[in-house]
């Protein structure tokens, strides 16, 4: 069950750049390892990270295995109007992930 | 006269029992030796990797079960003023299994029996975000376990545990714990072996993981052999940590080196 926290730091002012934070859930598992009876283990890391700003892209990112577990990603986002940032990932296994957090932009 | 002094080697024999239950150092908090970075870590909720433990332990507390059962919540209400203070109480003499539990096998217990589903295993995601969640509630209290009562004998199994040497390294826990806390391993720097932050998120782990994970890991270190998840000497050693570890505050979820 794919999980995350997302955190946006307060107040969002129109045209000034707010934090957003969001950690995920994911073992990320590297492709490196080997299980208890020494089979490789099949890598699985989450590849592709979209945040979208009432449906337009404004962050993305490309993680490999160098990412460790449970991935915490902060970046900055202009404020333009209230709506919807949208969160998007999808790992190895095509397992997608997706979280939403409202802003508020204060008039 | 040979009575006055049976009786008087008693109270001598009493007297170094309890001078010994007292502890030489005061305690630190395994996050007091940690790295800035790793402090800032834990005290930043948004930042903190355990934190998705215990988010994912408040939905499995509210989660209906399949059937008649109740979920955690439907018995015990909001878990922010029901579950206040337990964990900080833990591990404890349980009256209706007679024994003395450490928080996961009370949950386990409550499972098994209330809600008549098969008991979560050790190191479960499912386990370590239920514990997680309830041992957050008691976060920034300090631990107070009962040892006196029916729970002394698992006490002083866990006390002389600590004091007893074992694997190939020869090594008692109160030798690197208590007599060289504070001093490096290496690359390490001992800590004083405080559980007040379990379950919490060891970078090494990449995860959330159980006190018991991380006592095994020790067993694992000085050779010696591990005791299953759930052996009942873990349970009296995770009672001796906690009366140890007296007064300082929960911190779960923690996050270690």
Known sequence: ?107 | MTRGLASAAIVMVVYAACASAQRSESPRSGLTFASPEIRAMQADDVANPGMLWVERGSRLWQAEPDGAAKSCAGCHGDAATAMRGVAARYPAWDAGTAAVLDLEARINSCRERRQERPALPRESDELLALTAFVAHQSRGMPVAVHIDGPASAAFERGRALYRTRVGQMNLACTQCHDDNAGKRLLAETISQGQPNGYPAYRLEWQSLGSLQRRIRACFFGVRAEMPAPGAPELTDLELYLAWRAQPLPVETPAVRR
């Open chain 1, 1 to 107: 069950m794919p999980d995350a926290r997302v955190n946006l730091a307060g107040p969002v002012r129109r045209g000034e750049p707010f934090e957003v934070r969001i950690s995920i859930r994911h073992a990320m598992e590297t492709g490196y390892r080997v299980d208890d009876a020494g089979r490789p283990v099949t890598r699985n890391v989450i590849r592709a990270f979209v945040c979208r700003y009432n449906g337009a892209d404004v962050f993305s990112a490309q993680l490999s295995s160098g990412i460790a577990a449970n991935p915490y990603l902060r970046f900055f986002v202009t404020a333009r109007e209230s709506g919807e940032l949208t969160f998007e990932w999808t790992d190895d296994a095509g397992v997608r992930g997706t979280e939403r957090a409202a802003v508020v932009v204060a008039t």
